[in-house]
């Protein structure tokens, strides 16, 4: 329930956001409510993908890599480095993959939008998820990590919500004004 959270809290921003410009949505008669079809997809998401990745991903790596007995140690310093510079750029790319896929997007949109939001995702998704990785593996037991990360993971679906769901032109958290 997470996932599906995240997005309508995000669509709740949106709502507000909108209603703060005065703007209107697609439909003149829509009174900018919540759009279920989109709380469906990230449902699917959170159902599917981002749990198994999770639950298999973190049994795989600690046993590749074991937890260290000192919670502050370079094993730990390898870790981080290695999911957030392996794991978290191929998992944003599938995440985006997946929710087009879910919308019935084409290749050529999904590149199209993995070229525009990749990086304004992932320099985000390092200032928040290397803090939150660092004390997952540094402090919390293993066969909590999911927990852990599931609960930080609310803030994060509710700035996927945003991202991939901006109108074109619209300009990200990270776009600055001259790129937009």
Not at 60 to 82: E, G, M, Q, R, Y
């Amino acid at each position: 329930m997470i996932v599906p959270l995240g997005d309508l809290s995000a669509q709740a921003i949106e709502t507000y956001k909108a209603k703060q410009t005065g703007a209107k949505g697609n439909d003149e008669e829509e009174d900018l409510g919540i759009d279920w079809k989109r709380v469906l997809r990230f449902l699917i998401f959170g159902a599917t993908l981002q749990p198994i990745w999770n639950h298999y991903y973190f049994q795989w790596f600690d046993h590749l890599i074991p937890p260290p007995s000192d919670p502050i140690s370079l094993t730990n310093v390898l870790k981080v480095a290695l999911d957030q510079g392996i794991q978290a750029p191929i998992f944003t790319v599938a995440i985006f993959a997946y929710l087009d896929l879910l919308e019935g997007k084409d290749l050529e949109e999904t590149k199209a939008q993995i070229k525009r939001d990749f990086w304004p995702c992932i320099t985000t998704n390092w200032w928040v998820w290397i803090p939150i990785t660092c004390a997952n593996y540094a402090f919390v037991p293993p066969d909590l990590r999911v927990l852990f990360v599931n609960v930080a993971f609310l803030g994060w679906c509710v700035f996927l919500s945003l991202l991939v769901n901006k109108k074109d032109g619209e300009p990200t958290s990270q776009t600055r004004p001259s790129e937009s």
